[in-house]
C-alpha cells in the first residue's frame, strides 16, 4: 500500500497465458554483450543459456543471489517472490522480460534482508 514511499518494487506476476503471449526479447547486461530470451523459464535460465555467469543460488525466489538492477523496459514474474526487493530491483530467476530491457548486475553479493513473517 505504501510501496511509492518506501521504494518497494512494484510486482506483477504474469498469467500462464499471458506469459504464452510473449515474444522473445533482447536483455542487455551492462559492460556484457546482448542476451536473448526467448521463452526460457526466466531470465536467469536465459542468461545461463547464453553462457554468461551470474550469481544464483536458490533459483526460488527467496535467497536474493540472481538479484539485478532494471535500468530500462519492463519484466513480469511467473514465480512467488518471497525476498524483500526495492524499487528497480528484480530476481533473475523468478521473472521474465516484457520486451527489450536493460539491466545492470551488482557488483558485490546483496547482504540479506529481513522478509515478512506470512500470518498462519
Known amino acids: 500500500m505504501f510501496d511509492w514511499l518506501f521504494g518497494k518494487a512494484k510486482i506483477t506476476y504474469l498469467s500462464v497465458d499471458e506469459q504464452s503471449r510473449l515474444s522473445s526479447a533482447?536483455?542487455?547486461v551492462v559492460?556484457?554483450?546482448?542476451?536473448?530470451w526467448q521463452g526460457e523459464a526466466s531470465m536467469l535460465a536465459a542468461l545461463d543459456s547464453g553462457e554468461l555467469a551470474v550469481r544464483s543460488s536458490c533459483r526460488n525466489g527467496n535467497?536474493?543471489?540472481?538479484?539485478?538492477?532494471?535500468?530500462?523496459?519492463?519484466?513480469?514474474y511467473v514465480k512467488t517472490v518471497h525476498f524483500p526487493l526495492e524499487k528497480n530491483e528484480l530476481l533473475m530467476c523468478s521473472c521474465v522480460?516484457?520486451?527489450d530491457i536493460e539491466i545492470a548486475l551488482p557488483l558485490h553479493p546483496i547482504e540479506p534482508r529481513k522478509r515478512k513473517r506470512s500470518s498462519y
Request: with cysteine.
Open 31 to 36: 559492460g556484457h554483450t546482448l542476451q536473448h
Open 63 to 76: 535467497c536474493g543471489a540472481c538479484i539485478a538492477y532494471l535500468m530500462k523496459g519492463d519484466v513480469g
Open 97 to 99: 522480460p516484457i520486451g
Open 26 to 28: 533482447h536483455i542487455h
